[in-house]
């Protein structure tokens, strides 16, 4: 056995996101700024030259814009003028004039003095007292990054050309990032920034690799092939371990997949408490290609099927004929089982790196899911008619993300009808009673829970959207993560508003929040007289153990006494009291938090 030296290690603690543990080298890839800027000077014979390099990179850069910009797919095409500013950016003086003379001037070298020329915009930017025009300042900043990027030769790497088995270290991955990684390839991630229920986590629980986000400095203290160890279920990363370290991790990992095999026979079991009480316990997908790990899971359908990674993983947009095959397949693979087709929710932290939009200042309130469907109707009218005709094929059922208010569901309902329409007068069967759902995920939807009652057939809460948007953090920014808090009184209160509205107006109401793959939000979940839960197919034989192991009527009793507690520190002390006293083989197991 090989001895390391202990000098270099080096422990780090992140926000877990996909459970397992890994050991391997790292791979540090470049989705952030350019930091690294080599500044010297430079003497007169080099001026001519220097001044030929910062107009290649201009040209480079100016060729690179307008590639982008043909790639802009046609629904989001509007939001192309971005691009163009960033063409007009390049070529104006302040930027590039002004670099030239500082290299002439100046002599010194162009990266030096763009950055020069970029920090005195800034300066001028920020006494503008127009805040849309100082902040036009980032597309500047943009611009500029992209000429450092040519000037120094450097592109962005491509996830999908790793060919080494290795751990991913960045600063950021984006959802669209992570469709490209190859995971026969990569054992797992680490990145600087994100939280919990943030996309590029919840991938990477849909490709069952271990994750770990919100690091802070991971690319700062891991240098490229440093060795290793993530725990993606507590979200401890050390670097340069030693073989002790190594030995007690995989020991970990072996116990925790023994555990695992023991409670998989209970995924075929239905989701039953003690005392009779039946729930339903469905799956979330990203891919059609999950499908196959959500039956061997035991689910009993698909409880929201994500629609927007189809969207993500190409460089254009999917034709409604390959939406029609790959929603028909999920269709007829679940059939007779129900499969729930979300209607696009791209937007948020769900843009595509490759797909540069409108750099909107709060992309989590900007023009995302339901509203970009409403304003552009061709988009809109491709994925319905898909979903209509994938329909006859399976237990279809419908459902619009992040209604905020009733008009909305009007107005996509209305959609829905004219293109039931067409397809009757093209003679394409569909199912003419499709059930049609919408997300509780916007506090205004809670509160007028019981007008929306009236309009669907079902209604699913989305609890990472709601948190971020009730407790108003960015579910994607780590520096907020603590307060992700799925037990503060005012969350457990809205869910429950939910569930008395759907109840008193007779229609389903399921939570496929990331809450609902959580041991220890089960039992308040079953409190709550929740009628399904979907969630992510490896937790279900652990969410199925908890629901077999549970009465309702002691579920109903503790969710009475966790509603008299005021905060969310609380609910989780008494809670986890309570499940090591009723399950202590999952405490022992470390299937709970310390
Ligand atoms: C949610 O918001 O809880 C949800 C399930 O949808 P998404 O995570 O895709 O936003
Ligand atoms: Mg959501």
């Given at each position: 056995?090989?001895?390391?030296?202990?000098?270099?290690?080096?422990?780090?603690?992140?926000?877990?996101?996909?459970?397992?543990?890994?050991?391997?080298?790292?791979?540090?890839?470049?989705?952030?700024?350019?930091?690294?800027?080599?500044?010297?000077?430079?003497?007169?014979?080099?001026?001519?030259?220097?001044?030929?390099?910062?107009?290649?990179?201009?040209?480079?850069?100016?060729?690179?814009?307008?590639?982008?910009?043909?790639?802009v797919p046609e629904h989001v095409k509007?939001?192309?003028?971005?691009?163009?500013?960033?063409?007009?950016?390049?070529?104006?003086?302040?930027?590039?004039?002004?670099?030239?003379?500082?290299?002439?001037?100046?002599?010194?070298?162009?990266?030096?003095?763009?950055?020069?020329?970029?920090?005195?915009?800034?300066?001028?930017?920020?006494?503008?007292?127009?805040?849309?025009?100082?902040?036009?300042?980032?597309?500047?900043?943009?611009?500029?990054?992209?000429?450092?990027?040519?000037?120094?030769?450097e592109m962005v790497e491509s996830l999908?050309?790793?060919?080494?088995?290795?751990?991913?270290?960045?600063?950021?991955?984006?959802?669209?990032?992570?469709?490209?990684?190859?995971?026969?390839?990569?054992?797992?991630?680490?990145?600087?920034?994100?939280?919990?229920?943030?996309?590029?986590?919840?991938?990477?629980?849909?490709?069952?690799?271990?994750?770990?986000?919100?690091?802070?400095?991971?690319?700062?203290?891991?240098?490229?092939?440093?060795?290793?160890?993530?725990?993606?279920?507590?979200?401890?990363?050390?670097?340069?371990?030693?073989?002790?370290?190594?030995?007690?991790?995989?020991?970990?990992?072996?116990?925790?997949?023994?555990?695992?095999?023991?409670?998989?026979?209970?995924?075929?079991?239905?989701?039953?408490?003690?005392?009779?009480?039946?729930?339903?316990?469905?799956?979330?997908?990203?891919?059609?290609?999950?499908?196959?790990?959500?039956?061997?899971?035991?689910?009993?359908?698909?409880?929201?099927?994500?629609?927007?990674?189809?969207?993500?993983?190409?460089?254009?947009?999917?034709?409604?004929?390959?939406?029609?095959?790959?929603?028909?397949?999920?269709?007829?693979?679940?059939?007779?089982?129900?499969?729930?087709?979300?209607?696009?929710?791209?937007?948020?932290?769900?843009?595509?790196?490759?797909?540069?939009?409108?750099?909107?200042?709060?992309?989590?309130?900007?023009?995302?899911?339901?509203?970009?469907?409403?304003?552009?109707?061709?988009?809109?009218?491709t994925q319905l008619r898909a979903i209509?005709?994938?329909?006859?094929?399976?237990?279809?059922?419908?459902?619009?993300?992040?209604?905020?208010?009733?008009?909305?569901?009007?107005?996509?309902?209305?959609?829905?009808?004219?293109?039931?329409?067409?397809?009757?007068?093209?003679?394409?069967?569909?199912?003419?009673?499709?059930?049609?759902?919408?997300?509780?995920?916007?506090?205004?939807?809670?509160?007028?829970?019981?007008?929306?009652?009236?309009?669907?057939?079902?209604?699913?809460?989305?609890?990472?959207?709601?948190?971020?948007?009730?407790?108003?953090?960015?579910?994607?920014?780590?520096?907020?993560?603590?307060?992700?808090?799925?037990?503060?009184?005012?969350?457990?209160?809205?869910?429950?508003?939910?569930?008395?509205?759907?109840?008193?107006?007779?229609?389903?109401?399921?939570?496929?929040?990331?809450?609902?793959?959580?041991?220890?939000?089960?039992?308040?979940?079953?409190?709550?007289?929740?009628?399904?839960?979907?969630?992510?197919?490896?937790?279900?034989?652990?969410?199925?153990?908890?629901?077999?192991?549970?009465?309702?009527?002691?579920?109903?009793?503790?969710?009475?006494?966790?509603?008299?507690?005021?905060?969310?520190?609380?609910?989780?002390?008494?809670?986890?009291?309570?499940?090591?006293?009723?399950?202590?083989?999952?405490?022992?197991?470390?299937?709970?938090?310390?």
């Open positions: 056995m090989t001895v390391r030296s202990n000098e270099s290690k080096d422990t780090m603690q992140g926000i877990p996101v996909s459970p397992g543990i890994i050991v391997g080298k790292a791979h540090l890839v470049d989705r952030s700024r350019v930091k690294i800027l080599y500044q010297y000077l430079i003497d007169e014979k080099q001026v001519a030259g220097e001044v030929e390099r910062f107009e290649n990179a201009i040209r480079a850069t100016d060729e690179q814009i307008k590639i982008l910009k043909n790639r509007e939001h192309s003028f971005i691009l163009d500013s960033h063409l007009m950016i390049l070529k104006d003086s302040m930027l590039r004039d002004s670099t030239i003379r500082r290299i002439e001037e100046e002599k010194i070298n162009a990266e030096w003095a763009l950055k020069k020329s970029f920090h005195e915009i800034r300066k001028i930017f920020a006494q503008i007292d127009d805040e849309y025009i100082s902040n036009r300042i980032q597309d500047v900043e943009n611009v500029s990054e992209r000429i450092l990027r040519n000037l120094s030769g999908a050309e790793i060919r080494e088995r290795v751990i991913i270290v960045a600063h950021d991955l984006s959802p669209a990032d992570t469709t490209e990684l190859n995971i026969s390839k990569v054992m797992g991630f680490i990145t600087d920034v994100g939280g919990q229920t943030s996309h590029t986590a919840i991938m990477a629980q849909a490709l069952e690799i271990p994750a770990v986000v919100g690091l802070e400095s991971a690319t700062a203290r891991i240098a490229d092939r440093d060795l290793l160890i993530v725990d993606g279920s507590t979200g401890e990363v050390i670097i340069n371990p030693d073989d002790a370290d190594i030995i007690h991790y995989q020991e970990k990992e072996l116990q925790h997949e023994k555990y695992k095999s023991s409670i998989a026979r209970i995924s075929h079991l239905p989701a039953e408490t003690p005392d009779g009480y039946r729930i339903a316990i469905k799956a979330n997908i990203e891919f059609l290609e999950e499908v196959a790990a959500v039956r061997d899971h035991g689910a009993e359908g698909i409880g929201l099927y994500r629609t927007e990674f189809l969207y993500l993983r190409s460089k254009v947009l999917p034709t409604e004929e390959e939406l029609f095959n790959d929603y028909k397949e999920v269709a007829e693979i679940m059939n007779p089982d129900p499969v729930t087709i979300r209607t696009l929710d791209l937007g948020g932290d769900k843009f595509a790196s490759h797909i540069e939009i409108a750099n909107e200042m709060n992309p989590a309130m900007g023009l995302r899911a339901i509203r970009l469907c409403l304003k552009e109707p061709g988009l809109f009218r209509l005709r994938a329909s006859t094929f399976g237990h279809v059922q419908l459902m619009f993300p992040m209604i905020s208010g009733v008009q909305e569901v009007i107005e996509a309902k209305e959609i829905l009808t004219r293109i039931k329409g067409e397809l009757d007068s093209e003679e394409i069967l569909y199912d003419e009673n499709i059930p049609v759902g919408v997300m509780i995920e916007i506090p205004s939807a809670v509160t007028i829970s019981d007008l929306l009652t009236k309009h669907v057939d079902f209604f699913s809460i989305g609890t990472n959207d709601l948190i971020q948007y009730a407790l108003a953090i960015d579910r994607v920014n780590e520096h907020v993560a603590y307060m992700y808090q799925p037990f503060h009184p005012a969350i457990l209160r809205m869910i429950r508003q939910v569930v008395l509205e759907g109840k008193k107006a007779g229609i389903k109401v399921s939570l496929c929040g990331e809450m609902a793959g959580d041991p220890l939000c089960i039992p308040i979940l079953l409190g709550l007289g929740l009628d399904e839960l979907s969630l992510n197919a490896r937790s279900i034989p652990l969410v199925k153990t908890i629901v077999r192991a549970i009465p309702l009527e002691q579920a109903r009793y503790d969710f009475e006494q966790v509603l008299q507690l005021n905060t969310a520190m609380e609910v989780r002390d008494y809670l986890l009291k309570r499940m090591k006293k009723m399950i202590p083989e999952l405490g022992e197991k470390g299937f709970f938090p310390t």
